[in-house]
C-alpha cells in the first residue's frame, strides 16, 4: 500500500511539473482592420513559467513580440538563437517556422506580448512537427 501512495505522489509531482512547464496565453484584445480586408489583429499576453518553452509552431502572420518581464529565448528556423530582455522585440514573418520559443530563466518567469497582424479568424499559432 505504500509503495502505491508513493507512486501516485511521484506521478503527481511528475504531472505538476510538465504542467507547469506550460505558456499561459492570455488574449488581450482582437480587432478588425477595416482598411485591410479579411485581416485583422490579435494581442495576446504569453506567461512563460521558469524553465518554460513552447514546441515548433507559425503563426501564417506577421507577429511582433514584445519582452515585459524576465528573459526569452527566440528562434526561427535558418535564423540564429537571440536572447531577449525587458524593452526588446521580436519578429517574424507570415511564413517563419519558429523553432525556438522559450523562457531563458529556469528560475524566473518571463513575459512578453505579440501582435497579430493575420487572417480573420484563423488559428493563432499552428504547431509544426
Known amino acids: 500500500m505504500r ?3 508513493v507512486a501516485f505522489a511521484l506521478l503527481g509531482l511528475i504531472t505538476s511539473a ?3 512547464q ?3 496565453v492570455t488574449s488581450l484584445m482582437s ?3 477595416p ?3 479579411g485581416m485583422e489583429m490579435l494581442m495576446i499576453l504569453v506567461e512563460h513559467p ?3 518553452s513552447n514546441p515548433a509552431h507559425r503563426h501564417n502572420a506577421h507577429a511582433i513580440l514584445y519582452v515585459l518581464e524576465g528573459s526569452v529565448v527566440m528562434q526561427v528556423k535558418g535564423g540564429q538563437p537571440v536572447t531577449l530582455k525587458p524593452g526588446q522585440s521580436f519578429y517574424e ?3 517563419d517556422i519558429h523553432v525556438v520559443d522559450r523562457n531563458a530563466s529556469k528560475t524566473k518567469p518571463a513575459k512578453f506580448v505579440v501582435v497579430l497582424i493575420k487572417d480573420k479568424g484563423a488559428p493563432a499559432l499552428i504547431p509544426v512537427k
Open 31 to 33: 480587432k478588425d482592420l
Open 3 to 5: 509503495t502505491t501512495l
Open 18 to 20: 510538465a504542467m507547469a
Open 35 to 37: 482598411d485591410i480586408p
Open 22 to 24: 506550460e505558456a499561459k
Open 93 to 95: 514573418g507570415p511564413d
Open 50 to 52: 521558469p524553465g518554460g
